[in-house]
């Protein structure tokens, strides 16, 4: 478990991360997400004791970075935006130098061997660094973090210069991870954070300005659940069937899409899930839903909304959980 309590750290009179707080279980990938330039590789950076905060604690299994640094440095394997590779080393030469380097006490070959397999890199173990293409040298750094086995990784942007096929592997490997370690991942690609994170702290100007699940991300920023319905049959009938629905608060129809087909957004109570109700009530009044799926705020809207700053400098929203 990964606990971050008002951390902060200032360069002079510059704030980059102001007072912030989130908890990461063991199990669990969360998403850091944010705009370029809004404090998350700062923040991964004093997580793992790269860099030391100008006041707050960061927890690591128990263990305070800054009363045992190499206790908690020991549990955490880290994949900078810029992996650190020694570029006239082969691939295999480097990381048994990383292993070396982290005292890893495991059967080196065989580890080494296993690592390179997860990261899909044993076709080019005997390959010198700086002849490799990006997104090679970006999955060497990534078998660099997972050298020893650390219960704690923290990745920032692991899947930059990747193509296609190598950002799904890597996606599955990080979500197949998740499932013993903690893993707490750095980007600011929604798709990937969508696809990989049970959970998303989104920081702006420093400071979070959500915490939520993924799934629920957009409910607790618009502070809204609403489904959209295509629906056969009048208008009148479609209303009446709908609005006595236990959680239901407003209906509108927005659009006649042909002959007696409507489209319609339900708003209804967080926290519920009215689809079988509306399938019943509509089937009952003898229409017919052609279509049915959610109206709530994307991720993506949810992140403009978080990111956006007014006239004043202020965020123009937010939301934890």
């Known amino acids: 478990?990964?606990?971050?309590?008002?951390?902060?750290?200032?360069?002079g009179d510059t704030t980059v991360v102001d007072n912030i707080s989130f908890t990461v279980e063991t199990g669990e990938v969360l998403g850091f997400l944010g705009p370029n330039g809004a404090g998350k590789s700062t923040t991964m950076n004093m997580i793992t004791g790269y860099i030391s905060s100008s006041s707050g604690t960061v927890t690591v299994d128990g263990s305070e970075i800054l009363d045992d640094p190499k206790k908690v440095k020991s549990c955490i394997g880290y994949l900078p935006e810029i992996p650190p590779l020694y570029a006239d080393m082969t691939v295999r030469k480097y990381l048994e130098f990383m292993f070396d380097l982290k005292k890893v006490r495991l059967p080196k070959k065989e580890h080494i061997d296993e690592v390179m397999r997860l990261v899909k890199i044993s076709d080019v173990s005997e390959r010198i660094i700086k002849h490799l293409s990006k997104g090679y040298r970006q999955?060497?750094?990534?078998?660099?973090?997972?050298?020893?086995?650390?219960?704690?990784?923290?990745?920032?942007?692991?899947?930059?210069?990747?193509d296609p096929q190598q950002i799904i592997e890597i996606r599955n490997l990080i979500k197949s991870l998740g499932k013993k370690h903690t893993v707490i991942f750095s980007s600011h690609v929604l798709s990937e954070i969508s696809a990989t994170c049970d959970r998303i702290v989104v920081i702006s100007n420093g400071k979070i300005v959500a915490d939520a699940r993924t799934d629920e991300l957009g409910t607790a920023v618009s502070g809204e659940q609403k489904l959209s319905l295509d629906v056969e049959g009048s208008q009148g009938t479609v209303l009446n069937a709908l609005k006595v629905i236990p959680g239901v608060l407003k209906i509108r129809k927005t659009s006649e899409l042909s002959g007696e087909v409507g489209r319609y957004i339900v708003e209804y109570q967080t926290g519920i899930d009215i689809r079988r109700d509306v399938f019943r009530a509509i089937a009952s009044a003898g229409c017919v839903i052609l279509n049915?799926?959610?109206?709530?705020?994307?991720?993506e809207d949810s992140f403009l909304r978080l990111t956006a700053e007014d006239q004043t400098g202020n965020t123009a929203g937010g939301a934890r959980k």
């Open 1 to 11: 478990m990964v606990e971050v309590k008002n951390l902060t750290k200032r360069y």
């Open 139 to 162: 999955r060497v750094g990534f078998a660099q973090a997972l050298l020893g086995n650390p219960p704690v990784l923290i990745l920032d942007e692991p899947t930059v210069g990747l």
């Open 292 to 299: 049915m799926e959610s109206a709530n705020e994307t991720l």
